[in-house]
């Protein structure tokens, strides 16, 4: 496997206090070395200008922080504007993400489909079905999601490279999002029989003003520190999916309104 990353150009003007990159670790994806080192990653979905005046659906941005919110990773969208405009948040995407010296590192990426999303079908048709492919270094699959069928709530497998199941996580039974709904929405990370619980993927409740305001969501993935970095590389997927699934048509809404 090559250890060459690829340069990107990411949105300028990103200044932050960055985590000290570890040394290169035999086997580990190059770049994702911080990883080794948290069992808990806080995500904060940036929003530009033109969306919050316009509406108009831009490109997503999401940074990466540890407990101690120091950034290690920035993640940012690659979507046609007239795939964003037609379908919104069942559009196909891929993401960029990088490190400080500006290297990508992983990328995740989904296809469209235009039946995709019902929950109902999705066990049973493949084209009903959500998938996401992570990769790291890009061209180097290490794990990918997929919607599984369900009557009321998110379930998606994370599967390794080879298509193995290694873990699942399953959604609240309701999503209550907005200035109205002070609580946070977890969706519980599972182990792959689904019977015990590892840690968490969080939507987390901004407070009342903050939550009326402001169109930028937070999210904190939570797992074993012992996890793989392959797998905790994949739930950053996974996370992307889950906001895609449930929470950016509620942004879209509240831009227009």
């Not at 040394?23 to 940036?46: A, F, H, M, N, W």
């Not at 489909?113 to 992570?134: H, I, M, P, S």
């Not at 019977?195 to 993927?201: D, E, F, P, T």
Request: hydrophobic share 35%.
């Amino acid at each position: 496997m090559s250890t060459n990353l690829n340069p990107v150009n990411k949105p300028p003007g990103l200044q932050a206090d960055w985590m000290i990159r570890p040394s290169l670790i035999p086997g580990c994806p190059p770049g994702l070395e911080y990883l080794t080192q948290l069992d808990r990653i806080k995500v904060e979905q940036l929003v530009s200008l033109t969306e919050v005046f316009t509406g108009w659906d831009t490109n997503n941005k999401y940074v990466l922080r540890n407990a101690n919110n120091q950034q290690f990773l920035y993640v940012f969208e690659e979507s046609k504007g007239c795939m964003r405009i037609c379908c919104g948040s069942q559009r196909s995407f891929k993401f960029h993400v990088v490190d400080n010296m500006n290297q990508e590192v992983m990328q995740i990426s989904r296809d469209f489909k235009c039946c995709a999303g019902c929950c109902w079908c999705a066990g049973c048709c493949d084209g009903c079905a959500y998938e996401v492919k992570v990769e790291a270094p890009p061209g180097n699959i290490i794990g990918s999601i997929r919607q599984k069928g369900s009557l009321w709530k998110d379930n998606l497998d994370i599967l390794d490279e080879n298509g193995n199941t290694i873990l699942k996580i399953e959604g609240p039974c309701c999503i209550w999002d907005g200035a109205c709904f002070p609580c946070d929405n977890e969706f519980r990370l599972l182990t792959s029989d689904g019977i015990s619980q590892i840690g968490k993927l969080t939507k987390e409740y901004a407070g009342f003003i903050k939550e009326l305001v402001s169109l930028a969501d937070q999210f904190t993935i939570s797992f074993p520190m012992d996890l793989s970095v392959k797998a905790k590389g994949t739930l950053i997927g996974a996370l992307l999916l889950i906001d895609f699934m449930n929470f950016e048509d509620h942004e879209d809404d509240s831009s227009s309104s």
